[in-house]
């Protein structure tokens, strides 16, 4: 059983949490923009740099897992604080 104290913390850590995987959605913008270019370079039939467009999908895919990584987390400690077993 978590003391009020530990309760205190754990409230805090979860919103902290849920904060910074909303804050981590900003720099999403930037992958998403680079995707954007590309396409649109692929649709007027113009060269573009593959390297651009893999750029622009491993930092899409590297920003995500920080979202959900930091989610993830949250809900933890959120079932932790109702007194449920984590889940695997």
Do not use: H, W
Not at 57 to 84: N, P
């Amino acid at each position: 059983m978590l003391s009020e104290e530990n309760k205190g913390y754990f409230e805090k850590s979860i919103k902290q949490y849920y904060f910074l995987s909303k804050v981590a959605l900003i720099p999403m913008l930037i992958p998403i923009g680079i995707l954007i270019y590309c396409s649109e370079r692929i649709l007027d039939e113009k060269p573009f740099s593959l390297n651009t467009l893999i750029m622009g999908i491993v930092l899409f895919v590297a920003t995500y897992v920080g979202y959900m990584s930091l989610r993830i987390k949250a809900d933890i400690l959120k079932d932790i604080l109702r007194g449920d077993e984590p889940e695997e």
